[in-house]
């Protein structure tokens, strides 16, 4: 089963499902990323930050190689990390995760954050994290303003680098900043979004502006607490959630689905991974309209468990950058 698609407004199809990147182990990820095109997947959500990208590049081209799919059937997407937000420090960059993917251009590149910190060359250390040295606590900002990175951004379309361009962790006033002066719109806003997060008023904003939402984490906690995020330990488990467990039960559907599918229902894409094939196929079916309807009493109560939880804050595992104040 393939995923039904959207139309962007650069005018490109992108898949409404698709498999992200983060957390991905090296040593499986051209495997994983293999199943998944196996399964039916064609969206690939990468960056430079998950430090995998010659790997899921592997699994592309064994894909490719084996005749399942053609370039031209995939969607990869792919971010700018914050060390290289310098106008001259864009291009280079894209260039190198091309390379590292060995692809000739991402169907859609991202401002992973709006946060500039000082270049640290590929050759020092790649991929750079958050910190300016790997001896040292220290976060070094840039004077990058964010203006000046989205014009070298939209000098990748006329490059043939980035066939769409987007953005990422950006809140509202700082979307409506971008689009007073973007001679390209952003295609699309990924955002942290699940059923304790589920910022209605930045998705309304973004399709009214016609800017498609793409979620992460669109299980909560879950992927948090392996870091030892507080915030996630503390937090329980949407798939235990009663609520959540209720409407699958009562839809015979898992609660990765029925979380899903709630924000497919709400126009919002999604980008869940899996290492079971089972559960590949599960995620790519339950998400996609016409595998299974919500109720629209269903999404209320979903949309209800809302605490404005957010995991992915660098304020709690950084004790800096409050970009989300």
């Given at each position: 089963?393939?995923?039904?698609?959207i139309?962007l407004n650069?005018?490109?199809?992108?898949p409404?499902?698709?498999?992200?990147?983060?957390?991905?182990?090296n040593d499986?990820?051209?495997?994983q990323v293999?199943?998944?095109?196996?399964a039916?997947?064609?969206?690939?959500d990468g960056?430079?930050?998950?430090g995998?990208?010659?790997e899921?590049g592997?699994g592309?081209?064994?894909?490719?190689n084996?005749?399942l799919?053609?370039r031209?059937?995939?969607?990869?997407?792919?971010?700018?990390?914050?060390?290289?937000?310098?106008?001259?420090?864009?291009g280079?960059i894209?260039?190198?995760q091309?390379?590292?993917?060995?692809?000739?251009?991402?169907?859609?590149?991202?401002?992973?954050?709006?946060?500039a910190?000082?270049?640290v060359p590929p050759?020092?250390r790649y991929p750079?994290?958050?910190?300016?040295n790997?001896?040292t606590n220290?976060?070094?900002t840039?004077?990058h303003s964010?203006?000046?990175?989205?014009?070298?951004?939209e000098s990748l379309?006329?490059?043939?680098?980035?066939?769409?361009?987007?953005v990422?962790n950006?809140?509202?006033a700082?979307l409506?900043d971008?689009?007073r002066?973007?001679k390209?719109r952003p295609?699309t806003?990924?955002i942290?979004?699940h059923p304790?997060l589920?910022?209605?008023?930045l998705?309304t904003?973004?399709?009214?502006e016609?800017?498609?939402v793409?979620?992460y984490?669109?299980?909560?906690?879950?992927?948090?607490?392996?870091?030892?995020?507080k915030?996630?330990?503390?937090?329980?488990?949407?798939?235990?959630?009663?609520i959540?467990?209720?409407?699958?039960d009562?839809h015979?559907?898992?609660?990765?689905q029925?979380?899903l599918?709630?924000?497919?229902?709400?126009?919002?894409?999604v980008?869940?991974?899996s290492?079971?094939?089972?559960?590949?196929?599960?995620?790519l079916e339950?998400?996609?309209?016409g595998?299974?309807?919500?109720?629209?009493?269903?999404l209320?109560?979903?949309s209800g468990?809302?605490?404005?939880?957010r995991?992915?804050?660098?304020?709690?595992?950084?004790?800096?950058l409050?970009?989300?104040a």
């Amino acid at each position: 089963m393939a995923s039904p698609t959207i139309k962007l407004n650069s005018g490109h199809q992108m898949p409404v499902v698709g498999f992200g990147l983060w957390k991905v182990n090296n040593d499986t990820c051209a495997d994983q990323v293999y199943a998944a095109i196996k399964a039916g997947y064609r969206l690939f959500d990468g960056a430079c930050d998950y430090g995998n990208e010659v790997e899921a590049g592997q699994g592309i081209a064994r894909a490719i190689n084996d005749g399942l799919v053609k370039r031209s059937d995939l969607f990869l997407v792919s971010k700018l990390w914050n060390s290289f937000h310098g106008p001259d420090e864009v291009g280079p960059i894209c260039r190198k995760q091309l390379s590292d993917w060995n692809i000739d251009y991402f169907d859609l590149y991202l401002i992973h954050f709006p946060i500039a910190l000082a270049y640290v060359p590929p050759s020092t250390r790649y991929p750079p994290g958050w910190y300016f040295n790997d001896t040292t606590n220290e976060i070094r900002t840039a004077p990058h303003s964010t203006q000046q990175t989205w014009s070298a951004m939209e000098s990748l379309v006329p490059a043939g680098l980035a066939r769409s361009i987007g953005v990422s962790n950006f809140a509202g006033a700082l979307l409506m900043d971008l689009l007073r002066y973007a001679k390209i719109r952003p295609a699309t806003l990924q955002i942290e979004h699940h059923p304790y997060l589920t910022q209605p008023e930045l998705v309304t904003l973004a399709h009214r502006e016609g800017i498609a939402v793409t979620a992460y984490s669109s299980f909560g906690p879950l992927s948090f607490r392996e870091l030892d995020i507080k915030k996630a330990v503390d937090a329980p488990l949407l798939f235990e959630n009663p609520i959540v467990r209720k409407i699958a039960d009562k839809h015979g559907k898992s609660p990765a689905q029925v979380l899903l599918r709630w924000a497919t229902q709400r126009g919002v894409c999604v980008i869940p991974k899996s290492n079971d094939p089972a559960r590949l196929r599960q995620n790519l079916e339950g998400a996609a309209a016409g595998g299974f309807e919500l109720a629209a009493e269903e999404l209320k109560e979903l949309s209800g468990l809302d605490r404005g939880l957010r995991f992915n804050n660098p304020m709690d595992y950084l004790g800096e950058l409050p970009i989300f104040a």
